[in-house]
């Protein structure tokens, strides 16, 4: 005969305390999707149309960076170098659940920027040749997902990329806070690579617009 002792040890955790249990594993699993593999963002500004819009809710995915650094055509998420944004495009979560929620990954996040990586560690970024085009270690580049090419030539420069580090761009080349625009910086305009927190991904938001985020081999026959 089973004693009701026996009975109460087979039956297992009362139904609260299993609630919280799975509340608490399912909050230390999203802090680990977080960390190691997916993390969700929105676009603040126009500094990224066409390929992006304001208000667009995207995942940036980080398993990639684990094998090596971002690549030249890379749309990739970073923390702010210091000072590339202004009060208006670092929103945060309003309320208790949005924090909490930005907190393990399920909230878009402020605070960051969202760049096409166009130079890498040793690279020479020229703007621009003869076509308003730029340059990559003397391979001129055709970037079709520019909103408007002919404003490149209006902002020259000539850099030679520090290892470790990138040169970014908006595909808003005439609205786009990016390195050119920080060029006179402390930095340089150059970001670290170890400021990158991931690649863009997948468009979740809005639907009309929701899908995968394709590279680009506009700079495959850079050397």
């Not at 495009?89 to 996040?109: M, V």
């Not at 920027?113 to 621009?128: S, T």
Request: charged fraction near 20%; aromatic fraction near 8%; charge should be negative.
């Amino acid at each position: 005969m089973v004693t009701s002792e026996s009975q109460n040890t087979k039956r297992g955790l009362p139904v609260w305390q299993e609630s919280i249990l799975l509340v608490v594993i399912a909050v230390v699993m999203a802090v680990v999707v977080k960390t190691f593999f997916l993390q969700a963002f929105y676009i603040p500004s126009e500094s990224m149309q066409p390929t992006m819009l304001v208000d667009d809710k995207l995942l940036v995915q980080k398993v990639s960076l684990w094998a090596g650094d971002p690549d030249r055509g890379d749309i990739v998420v970073f923390d702010d170098p210091g000072g590339w944004l202004g009060p208006a495009e670092t929103p945060t979560a309003s309320n208790p659940l949005q924090k909490g929620l930005e907190a393990i990954g399920l909230f878009p996040t402020g605070g960051h920027l969202i760049k096409r990586v166009v130079g890498v560690g040793g690279d020479r970024v020229v703007c621009c040749d003869g076509s308003g085009r730029l340059t990559v270690n003397g391979v001129a580049v055709d970037e079709p997902y520019v909103l408007d090419p002919t404003v490149i030539r209006e902002r020259e420069f000539d850099v030679i990329v520090p290892d470790d580090h990138l040169w970014v761009m908006g595909d808003n080349r005439a609205n786009s806070a990016d390195s050119v625009a920080h060029l006179g910086d402390p930095g340089g305009g150059f970001i670290r690579v170890d400021s990158v927190v991931g690649k863009a991904w997948l468009r979740v938001w809005p639907l009309g617009r929701a899908g995968f985020l394709d590279g680009t081999d506009a700079f495959a026959s850079v050397p």
